[in-house]
Nanobody, 121 residues
Framework: QVQVMESGGGLVQAGGSLRLSCVAS????????MSWYRQAPGKEREFVSS???????SYRDFVAGRFTISLDVGRNTVYLHMNSLKPEDTAMYYC???????????????WGQGTQVTVSS
């Protein structure tokens, strides 16, 4: 059974840094594409960044140069290193795994429960 669990959120002042972690457990001998999304109060959930097993990354413009995504394949753990945080980065941050076939097993899309990031001005 796949479980996705985020951690690392908190309250930080503008200009500060946080590192979010997301562990995707339950996969047998494979690592899915893993992504970070965020959702601020009253707004739609939006894509932030993603990473593939070969290290390919993707970022939304509003975090490029400030956030860095990394992947520990052995631990199926993705990190989001957030620097130069702004009040507008305040949101619930969610981790998502993409569908993947590993051998004869098919895994679907899974979301974590989220971790709150609050940036004070």
């Amino acid at each position: 059974q796949v479980q996705v669990m985020e951690s690392g959120g908190g309250l930080v002042q503008a200009g500060g840094s946080l590192r979010l972690s997301c562990v995707a457990s339950g996969y047998i001998a494979c690592t899915p594409v893993m992504s970070w999304y965020r959702q601020a109060p009253g707004k739609e959930r939006e894509f932030v960044s993603s990473i593939e097993i070969d290290g390919s990354t993707s970022y939304r413009d509003f975090v490029a140069g400030r956030f860095t995504i990394s992947l520990d394949v052995g631990r199926n753990t993705v990190y989001l290193h957030m620097n130069s945080l702004k009040p507008e980065d305040t949101a619930m941050y969610y981790c998502k795994t993409e569908p993947i076939r590993c051998g004869s097993r098919d895994y679907g899309t899974y979301w974590g429960q989220g971790t709150q990031v609050t940036v004070s001005s």
